[in-house]
């Protein structure tokens, strides 16, 4: 068709990446009705032969189109639109909540946000980094705004290598490569490791950015049951053996999205196990700054002697998220990989903030800022643990996290996360369900609450509110089983 000889991507000026760019072409002519419902789209090798780019980002486009129901595929057939343009308006008019997009929740104005795990933006340090952005400017002039190597800037490498000391993880400057936030971290590790059918071992539940990476490389994901201390180790060697990964991903330390923290005694069998059958391992350091009282909360890398660990540590989740930095300490064996994907990805990332970055750790602030949002998430830590304890149903399962902002629950059967969600939003609460955690979307009992963009007063009003209505829940399935039980049919 004509029409997608006339679409153009920026792949120069534009900071989206292409296969956002393309999915919001295609979703513009689906709704201008330009594509109508049984429209066939190109295959993937033939649009990405006429755009000029690589497969994965055709599929991630058109994976994205499919989840929001704007396009299906027919196995050995292609992709086709789903809606015409008036059926879709109607679809969305439908919805009485907020729709739940590849894990972004749509929030009302004045919604309580259990669902963010990003912390809210009073507590950024602005005036601090406005004082050091201004100073490399005065500095560095022009030369500010110039490309960096693909590795990083060398002075904040340095800085990094200071910083992970006191982690007691010894690296080199060499190994160590700044990414764009940990999502890119985790997106060149893919490019450059994984290959179409390649396994991937994740935790079950976990992040579901890490999820559509991997599935975008066209890997197969195995997960592994989450216990109380970390990965079961039985089911990681026995899936090790049965499918031979080329990396396994984890986030020891307040997992997302349980809270879970790995005791040290896992934490070491999980090495020897990587040991034994030679296994990469992606250590995701989502938020181990934010600890309130957990003794074993070291990196897997500290203790890493072989040197099977891709660290990942991303300073914008508890910085300024919009800035996206953060490194991987890489090992040896596959830098190369690593730094060519880098390199294709975006080039080098933002010189400007790399020396700000370099300047906040070198004069100790970053330090300083972690102790001021410690204090901050102790106190909605603390009234989060209070409230539950005042409000949550007993029949609600939850174990306390030792840091971080995410607290993990589960309902009674057959009570459904998704349900609840649909009606906490009605009365402006929203939290983030189980499903879209999990590989497949059966569990559906869990789900999370997250204390980071939630203020303290906020806290105490919106888990009364929930629990309210778990509590009601709970009273209307108890009523439905007492009428059930109370008749035998007779045959």
Same mark, same amino acid.
């Given at each position: 068709?004509?029409?997608?000889?006339?679409?153009?991507?920026?792949?120069?000026?534009?900071?989206?990446?292409?296969?956002?760019?393309?999915?919001?072409?295609?979703?513009?002519?689906?709704?201008?009705?330009?594509?109508?419902?049984?429209?066939?789209?190109?295959?993937?090798?033939?649009?990405?032969?006429?755009?000029? /780019?690589?497969?994965?980002?055709?599929?991630? =486009?058109?994976?994205?189109?499919?989840?929001?129901?704007?396009?299906? !595929?027919?196995?050995? =057939?292609?992709?086709?639109?789903?809606?015409?343009? +008036?059926?879709?308006?109607?679809?969305? &008019?439908?919805?009485?909540?907020?729709?739940?997009?590849?894990? *972004?929740?749509?929030?009302?104005?004045?919604?309580?946000?259990?669902?963010?795990?990003?912390? =809210?933006?009073?507590? #950024?340090?602005?005036?601090?980094?406005?004082?050091?952005?201004?100073?490399?400017?005065?500095?560095?002039?022009?030369?500010?705004?110039?490309? &960096?190597?693909?590795?990083?800037?060398?002075?904040?490498?340095?800085?990094?290598?200071?910083?992970?000391?006191?982690?007691?993880?010894?690296?080199?400057?060499?190994?160590?490569?700044?990414?764009?936030?940990?999502?890119?971290?985790?997106?060149?590790?893919? !490019?450059?490791?994984?290959? *179409?059918?390649?396994?991937?071992?994740?935790?079950?539940?976990?992040?579901?950015?890490?999820?559509? /990476?991997?599935?975008?490389?066209?890997?197969?994901?195995?997960?592994?049951?989450?216990?109380?201390?970390?990965?079961?180790?039985?089911?990681?060697?026995?899936?090790?053996?049965?499918? +031979?990964?080329?990396?396994?991903?984890?986030?020891?330390?307040?997992?997302?999205?349980?809270?879970?923290?790995?005791?040290?005694?896992?934490?070491?069998?999980?090495?020897?196990?990587?040991?034994?059958?030679?296994?990469?391992?992606?250590?995701?350091?989502?938020?181990?700054?934010?600890?309130?009282?957990?003794?074993?909360?070291?990196?897997?890398?500290?203790?890493?002697?072989?040197?099977? /660990?891709?660290?990942?540590?991303?300073?914008?989740?508890?910085?300024?998220?919009?800035?996206?930095?953060?490194?991987?300490?890489?090992?040896?064996?596959?830098?190369?990989?690593?730094?060519?994907? !880098?390199?294709?990805?975006?080039?080098?990332? @933002?010189?400007?903030?790399?020396?700000?970055?370099?300047?906040?750790?070198?004069?100790?602030?970053?330090?300083?800022?972690?102790?001021?949002?410690?204090? &901050?998430?102790?106190?909605?830590?603390?009234?989060?643990?209070?409230?539950?304890?005042?409000?949550?149903?007993?029949?609600?399962?939850?174990?306390?996290?030792?840091?971080?902002?995410?607290?993990? #629950?589960?309902?009674?059967?057959?009570?459904? @996360?998704?349900?609840?969600?649909?009606?906490?939003?009605?009365? +402006?609460?929203?939290?983030?369900?189980?499903?879209? #955690? #999990?590989?497949?979307?059966?569990?559906?009992?869990?789900?999370?609450?997250?204390?980071?963009? /939630?203020?303290?007063?906020?806290?105490?009003?919106?888990?009364?509110?929930?629990?309210?209505?778990?509590?009601?829940?709970?009273?209307?399935?108890?009523?439905?089983?007492? +009428?059930?039980?109370?008749?035998?049919?007779?045959?």
């Amino acid at each position: 068709m004509k029409i997608f000889d006339e679409i153009k991507l920026d792949k120069d000026g534009s900071s989206e990446h292409l296969y956002i760019q393309l999915y919001k072409v295609l979703k513009a002519l689906i709704m201008e009705g330009k594509l109508k419902k049984g429209d066939r789209l190109p295959p993937i090798r033939k649009l990405s032969e006429l755009l000029k /780019v690589n497969n994965v980002t055709i599929v991630t =486009s058109y994976r994205m189109l499919e989840e929001e129901k704007l396009v299906y !595929k027919k196995v050995g =057939s292609g992709t086709y639109v789903a809606l015409n343009f +008036q059926n879709h308006e109607n679809f969305f &008019q439908e919805q009485k909540t907020p729709l739940i997009d590849q894990g *972004h929740i749509q929030l009302e104005e004045n919604a309580i946000n259990f669902a963010s795990a990003t912390p =809210s933006t009073d507590l #950024f340090p602005v005036d601090d980094f406005k004082k050091v952005l201004n100073e490399v400017l005065d500095r560095d002039k022009g030369s500010a705004f110039g490309y &960096q190597e693909s590795q990083g800037y060398y002075p904040l490498r340095v800085a990094i290598k200071e910083y992970v000391a006191t982690y007691k993880i010894v690296t080199e400057i060499s190994n160590i490569q700044i990414i764009s936030g940990a999502q890119q971290g985790i997106d060149i590790i893919a !490019k450059g490791l994984l290959n *179409h059918g390649d396994y991937v071992m994740i935790e079950g539940p976990s992040y579901r950015g890490a999820m559509a /990476v991997f599935e975008s490389r066209g890997a197969k994901i195995i997960d592994i049951p989450l216990e109380k201390d970390g990965l079961s180790l039985q089911d990681l060697e026995k899936k090790i053996i049965a499918y +031979q990964p080329k990396f396994l991903y984890i986030m020891p330390n307040f997992q997302n999205p349980t809270g879970i923290s790995y005791s040290l005694e896992k934490k070491k069998k999980i090495l020897k196990i990587a040991e034994k059958y030679n296994l990469l391992i992606v250590e995701d350091d989502y938020l181990s700054d934010l600890n309130f009282c957990n003794d074993e909360n070291i990196t897997l890398k500290s203790l890493d002697h072989k040197d099977l /660990v891709i660290y990942i540590k991303s300073f914008s989740k508890i910085f300024m998220p919009g800035l996206r930095l953060g490194f991987l300490i890489v090992p040896k064996l596959i830098y190369k990989e690593v730094l060519l994907a !880098k390199h294709t990805t975006d080039i080098s990332t @933002s010189g400007l903030l790399q020396r700000a970055l370099e300047l906040y750790l070198k004069r100790g602030i970053w330090q300083q800022h972690i102790k001021y949002m410690s204090t &901050q998430y102790m106190e909605r830590f603390e009234v989060m643990v209070e409230s539950l304890e005042k409000y949550m149903p007993q029949e609600v399962q939850y174990s306390l996290p030792t840091g971080g902002v995410n607290f993990w #629950f589960k309902l009674p059967e057959p009570l459904s @996360s998704k349900e609840l969600y649909e009606i906490a939003v009605k009365q +402006q609460i929203v939290f983030a369900p189980g499903h879209l #955690f #999990f590989l497949s979307s059966k569990e559906g009992s869990y789900f999370r609450l997250s204390t980071a963009a /939630v203020t303290v007063s906020e806290i105490e009003y919106g888990i009364k509110k929930l629990s309210g209505l778990i509590n009601e829940l709970i009273r209307k399935q108890n009523h439905h089983s007492d +009428q059930t039980n109370g008749y035998t049919p007779i045959l």
